[in-house]
């Protein structure tokens, strides 16, 4: 079966590349090409414009994403172990550590 399959891609491999490889004249394409323009990395005369001021909430930043995502991964495993649990697909064992 892998041989058969293997065959078939190296057969329908080789057929492709035949016909890119006999079709090598090019056509012009009829779709107008437009100059690339960045303003906000260069002037209109080409010179480099500095870097714009970094504006940094760090912590912040941090914090915000951090806290809600974490929050909202707990109540999805939580409630998920109470289901697995519920329906006794896993539930803990109660190790007496008695020693």
């Given at each position: 079966m892998a041989?058969?399959?293997l065959w078939l891609s190296r057969n329908?491999?080789?057929?492709s590349?035949?016909?890119?490889s006999r079709n090598t004249v090019l056509k012009p394409s009829k779709t107008t090409r437009l100059n690339q323009c960045r303003n906000a990395v260069s002037t209109a005369n080409g010179g480099v414009?500095?870097?714009?001021?970094?504006?940094?909430?760090?912590?912040i930043r941090m914090?915000?994403?951090?806290?809600p995502f974490l929050?909202?991964?707990?109540l999805i495993s939580k409630n998920f172990a109470a289901l697995l649990e519920e329906h006794d697909i896993f539930v803990p064992e109660d190790d007496?550590?008695?020693d």
């Open positions: 041989t058969a399959v329908l491999v080789s057929r590349t035949g016909v890119v414009q500095p870097k714009p001021d970094k504006i940094s909430f760090g912590l914090t915000a994403v951090v806290i929050y909202v991964g707990t007496d550590d008695d």
